[in-house]
């Protein structure tokens, strides 16, 4: 699961419960230039790898928590 500045907590971290209980070898995997990922609400999320070493993998299923953008009008 893809993870970035902004990543929703809940959808993030409750999926990946969620899918663990479940017997899933699931992997946290941060966009940003370090692993450690400042949520939507200001939780900090720390992955479990870098996206780009994901890349040579073959993944069942790639789950997207939604990235909360605010912009200020």
Same mark, same amino acid.
């Given at each position: +699961?893809?993870? #970035? +500045?902004?990543? !929703?907590?809940? !959808? #993030? *971290?409750?999926?990946?419960?969620?899918?663990?209980?479940?017997?899933?070898? *699931?992997?946290?995997?941060? *966009? =940003?230039?370090?692993? =450690? *990922?400042?949520?939507?609400?200001?939780?900090?999320?720390? #992955?479990?790898? /870098?996206?780009?070493?994901? #890349?040579?993998?073959?993944?069942?299923?790639?789950?997207?928590?939604?990235? /909360?953008?605010?912009?200020?009008?």
């Amino acid at each position: +699961m893809p993870i #970035a +500045m902004g990543t !929703e907590e809940m !959808e #993030a *971290v409750v999926l990946a419960g969620v899918l663990r209980r479940a017997g899933a070898d *699931v992997t946290l995997a941060s *966009v =940003e230039d370090g692993l =450690e *990922v400042e949520a939507s609400c200001s939780s900090r999320i720390v #992955a479990d790898t /870098h996206i780009a070493s994901c #890349a040579d993998q073959v993944f069942d299923l790639v789950a997207l928590p939604v990235i /909360h953008i605010f912009l200020s009008y």
